[in-house]
């Protein structure tokens, strides 16, 4: 069955560095999710990415995250300058549908800014 | 935009008896309504889901249920077992915001043997 895949599955990172998150959708995907989910709370959603660009993004997603979709499997989540807040879990998802139906998700990065 | 709530934050019950969640949402234009089962430390995996256009879907166990003029959806799990105790989310697309997807908060559910 044809999955999401995340890499690393782990990342510590010193507090003002930049890390990027990697994902691999679904193959026949066209529209890409990146959510986060701190310790214990509710998933938050932070972008979507469809054609080559970024569709809706929340609040969350300020000028410190950035996402790319650099050739034709991968699509990553870069964060400027962490923070000891950005410490979460983030998970990546995708579909085949534009109203976000049947998301997949992968098995997620767990951020650890220190 | 969209809200979703969802209760209880916890629930107990003991094994073989029935667990229901439930959520309500404040968009009325919202027509997607998933429920994601998530175990400690692992993704969030759609269990099962429910459009606008029917009022009830049941997979085995697992049954939600819509009602669109209350604007609250339900999780039913029936003949609960050890292996449902998770956290369980629902969400309703957010028509304002392309669909995305808006998340309640969450249920621990216990399953006592």
């Known amino acids: 069955e044809p999955e999401v895949t995340q890499t690393p599955s782990h990342q510590v990172t010193q507090m003002g560095q930049e890390v990027i998150l990697r994902c691999v959708p679904i193959s026949n995907h066209l529209y890409f999710y990146w959510y986060r989910q701190i310790l214990g709370q509710k998933v938050e959603f932070l972008v979507s990415f469809y054609n080559n660009e970024i569709s809706e993004k929340s609040e969350i997603f300020d000028d410190q995250f950035s996402v790319e979709r650099p050739d034709g499997s991968n699509f990553t989540l870069k964060i400027r300058s962490t923070k000891l807040e950005d410490s979460a879990m983030y998970f990546c998802a995708s579909s085949s549908d534009v109203t976000n139906t049947e998301a997949f998700f992968g098995q997620g990065t767990r951020l650890t800014v220190v | 935009g969209e809200n979703v709530e969802q209760h209880p934050s916890t629930l107990s019950v003991q094994e073989g008896d029935s667990a229901v969640i439930k959520c309500t949402y404040s968009?009325?234009?919202?027509?997607?309504f998933p429920w994601y089962k998530q175990e400690l430390g692992k993704r969030p995996q759609l269990i099962i889901d429910?459009?606008?256009n029917v009022g009830e879907k049941k997979d085995q166990r697992i049954a939600v249920t819509l009602n669109k003029t209350a604007k609250h959806f339900s999780l039913h799990i029936t003949e609960t077992q050890p292996e449902d105790s998770a956290v369980y989310f629902c969400a309703a697309n957010d028509m304002d915001s392309n669909y995305q997807l808006i998340w309640g908060a969450g249920t621990k559910l216990i399953i006592k043997p």
């Open positions: 968009d009325s234009a919202s027509n997607y």
């Open positions: 429910i459009r606008s």
